[in-house]
């Protein structure tokens, strides 16, 4: 990320927190007041950096029920939404009815849900634009498995899943599109991309978006790295200048490593 004269991120940093299918609802609201908690008496200063956490479905309501009552400035997001809006969908959740929770994102495409629920993606493609239909923020994931970087094809790869994926997009609405690199053979595997690989596919990621949309819309749109992101990993990959924030799995999990992960800006000064 790169910062203007006056101190400003280009773009504001996302520390993004997915829980996948940890903390129930109770878990989810202590968890999120100590976050709270911590960040407040760090006195992070949360217009320089936002912070957002995806929740398993059944905590949202807690969730948003916290966030309003304590006027936290912590955002959240649900981790899928349905392509359709409602109707005979057993098991699924309208986009509609994350906007009602109080929900600013909805993650699209994690390789969770494209490798355990085969989402291909044109599937994720209509998600996406079910989500901006309910005026949601998709946060599309995109990476490649092992064997695609063993053998050099992760670049055209992760660029083919992001065309897929934002078809039919107007720009003036893909400007606040967020779309995160994770590469899957990174997830939950202690292996880290390098910074100079997060760099290499976020910068070939808004090249892309330049010639998709514009370079205007490309220069707006926030990239996050995710996979094995770590505390101590976390400010290097952030330095990086397309990278514009993490998302992060398992270390979202620890209130402290969570928190500091969002206070990466103390680690760029002192590294
Ligand atoms: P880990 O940080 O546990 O590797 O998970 C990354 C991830 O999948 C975030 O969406």
């Known amino acids: 990320m790169t910062t203007s004269t006056n101190g400003t ?29 911590t960040l407040d ?3 992070h200063d949360h217009s320089r950096v936002e912070v957002s956490v995806f929740p398993p479905f059944t905590d949202l309501r807690g969730v948003q029920t ?6 936290l400035e912590v955002v959240f997001g649900g981790q899928d939404l349905s392509p ?3 109707g005979a969908y057993t098991g699924d959740i309208s986009g509609q009815f994350l906007n009602r929770l109080g929900c600013t994102y909805v ?38 498995g092992l064997e695609v970087r063993q053998a050099g094809g992760h ?21 606040d599109l967020v779309v995160a690199y994770e590469p899957v053979w990174a997830i939950g595997t202690g292996e880290v991309a390098g910074p100079g690989d997060a760099q290499e596919m976020c910068a070939a990621i808004r090249a892309e978006l330049g010639t998709i949309f514009d370079t205007e819309t490309a220069a707006k749109v926030r990239l996050l790295y995710g996979g094995s992101v770590k505390a101590a990993s976390a400010a290097s990959i952030l330095r990086e ?3 514009d924030g993490v998302l992060v799995g398992g270390a979202s999990l620890d209130v402290a ?15």
């Open 107 to 144: 993650l699209v495409g994690h390789s969770e849900r494209r490798t355990i629920h085969s989402e291909t993606d044109e599937v994720l493609n209509e998600k996406v634009h079910a989500a901006y239909r309910h005026n949601l923020v998709p946060v599309l994931c995109v990476g490649e």
């Open 155 to 175: 670049v055209e790869h992760t660029l083919e899943q992001l065309r897929r994926g934002v078809a039919g997009l107007e720009s003036a609405r893909a400007a």
């Open 84 to 86: 359709k809006d409602s």
């Open 257 to 271: 490593e969570f928190a500091s992960i969002v206070r990466f800006e103390q680690h760029l000064v002192t590294d």
């Open 41 to 43: 008496d760090a006195g």
């Open 66 to 71: 916290l966030v309003k009552g304590d006027d």
């Open 9 to 37: 991120f280009d773009r504001r940093p996302l520390i993004a927190g997915n829980w996948k299918m940890n903390l129930d609802h109770v878990q989810g609201i202590t968890f999120l007041q100590k976050l709270a908690w």
């Open 241 to 243: 200048r397309d990278v």
